[in-house]
Nanobody, 115 residues
Framework: QVHLVESGGGLVQAGGSLRLSCAASGSTFSINFMGWYRQAPGKQRELVAGVGRGGDLNYAESVKGRFTIFRDNAKNTVYLQMNSLNVEDTAVYYC?????????WGQGTQVTVSS
């Protein structure tokens, strides 16, 4: 079992920055993919950014150039650096990990961007 704990959410003004962290514990060996998703009220959960174990990256178009995902395999932690935040980024952000075809989710952390 993989246990994910997110941190770093909060309230920030438009144009500001936040860094989210997701620490994995438990059976973390051979986690293949770690990523960040978000879900705004009334909307479906969507991929924000993901990173494979080999470092391959993918981003949602809406965050390219503003958000950066990076992964510390030694610490089993993935980070999401979010810059130039806007009100459309307001959502609950979730961490997801894939291992051996099974997915694991964190509890989510709220990010609120005020205008």
């Amino acid at each position: 079992q993989v246990h994910l704990v997110e941190s770093g959410g909060g309230l920030v003004q438009a144009g500001g920055s936040l860094r989210l962290s997701c620490a994995a514990s438990g059976s973390t060996f051979s986690i293949n993919f770690m990523g960040w998703y978000r879900q705004a009220p009334g909307k479906q959960r969507e991929l924000v950014a993901g990173v494979g174990r080999g470092g391959d990256l993918n981003y949602a178009e809406s965050v390219k150039g503003r958000f950066t995902i990076f992964r510390d395999n030694a610490k089993n932690t993935v980070y999401l650096q979010m810059n130039s935040l806007n009100v459309e980024d307001t959502a609950v952000y979730y961490c997801r990990a894939l291992k051996n075809g099974f997915e694991h989710w964190g509890q989510g952390t709220q990010v609120t961007v005020s205008s």
